[in-house]
């Protein structure tokens, strides 16, 4: 699918427009799902959906998170959130570690921390009205009277560009798009720091995605919302964020600023990734880099660098040995997880 033509956009990298102040620190965070199987039904292996992820988030900024289907962005989102129990690691948000907290402990933190999901259906109760679903979150967490949930719901429609009328019409009445806006007006609802983005446009036409994309970069702007942003298409995550971080096979593999990550890419998979993203531009043009074999299985992935069996660039030590995520030599924000990450060519338009 073509990316969109997007109006507006996110500042330069140089526009401090965020304060420094971490909101989330993520420590080593594992997901471990088991598989069962046989006559027994027990365990007989285990997915590394996420294997040791460590990253910070600051506060008013966007951290967009990009990889192939499968890699672990969604379960990241998902376990941030704690609709997974991590298996280990730390989750750390606005300084209180979230990670083991029971979930009664943590209620009141989630009026803080919201999520907009993929598919705007989905997500959304078909059985309720519009105004019942976004009329929910106040009851939860018991604010306001009737009347004056009913009038802040209201509000919700009209500063998501719908009629306050839609509240009383069911989620199968609206296109996806406008699903997609109840979606955006219920994680906003209780005005949250932090919203988790998991590919909030990739269900869309083109033609809505960038509506729906500078509706979130408006609310940003207004309420100082925090975003980590999922998606697969890097020129959306490119568009959106401040900060990308490159997933693969459960694991970040590279970390930088959006225009340094689509300028000087270092990791392989992350050249391919910008390889093939079309160039708007008839008089340049952009060696694709097609990668060998499939992605391998989270069930049983690959020793050492879980890239080694696709990268065009492997030695024996990338079969054995796991690369830690590190600062390129007088560059602290631009992270590495590459053996070579100092030898490897650089992609060139």
Do not use: W
């Amino acid at each position: 699918m073509a990316s969109p033509a997007f109006g507006g956009g996110k500042l330069n990298s140089g526009e401090n427009r965020f304060m420094s102040t971490e909101i989330l620190r993520v420590e080593h965070l594992k997901q471990h799902f088991p598989v069962h199987g046989g006559i027994l039904f027990r365990e007989i292996g285990r997915v590394l959906a996420l294997d040791g992820v460590s990253f910070a988030v600051n506060r008013g900024e966007t951290l967009g998170l990009v990889g192939e289907s499968g890699c672990g962005k969604t379960t990241l989102g998902r376990s941030l959130m704690r609709l997974y129990q991590p298996t280990a690691g730390n989750i750390v948000f606005n300084g209180i570690d979230i990670t083991r907290k029971r979930q009664r402990e943590i209620r009141h933190l989630r009026r803080e921390m919201q999520m907009i999901f993929q598919d705007p259906f989905e997500s959304l109760n078909a059985r309720h009205t519009v105004g019942e679903i976004l009329e929910e979150p106040f009851i939860i967490h018991k604010i306001g009277d009737r009347m004056e949930r009913q009038q802040r719901v209201a509000e919700l429609l009209d500063r998501v560009g719908l009629s306050p009328t839609a509240g009383q019409r069911y989620p199968h009445e609206f296109s996806g798009g406008q699903r997609q806006r109840i979606g955006i007006a219920r994680a906003i609802a209780l005005k949250p720091s932090l919203i988790v983005c998991d590919e909030p446009v990739s269900a869309l036409d083109v033609s809505i995605q960038s509506q729906i994309l500078n509706l979130l970069i408006e609310l940003q702007e207004e309420m100082g919302l925090t975003y980590l942003f999922i998606a697969h298409d890097l020129a959306v995550v490119k568009h959106m964020s401040d900060r990308i971080a490159v997933m693969y096979l459960g694991k970040i593999v590279e970390m930088t600023t959006s225009e340094r990550i689509n300028a000087s890419p270092i990791h392989p998979y992350t050249q391919a990734l910008i390889s093939a993203i079309p160039v708007p531009d008839p008089t340049r043009s952009r060696e694709k880099i097609i990668l060998s074999g499939d992605v391998p299985s989270p069930l049983n992935p690959p020793t050492g660098c879980a890239f080694h069996t696709r990268c065009p660039v492997a030695k024996d030590i990338c079969r054995t040995a796991v690369p830690s995520l590190e600062n390129q030599p007088g560059d602290e924000e631009h992270l590495v997880a590459c053996h070579f990450a100092g030898e490897v060519q650089l992609l060139q338009d």
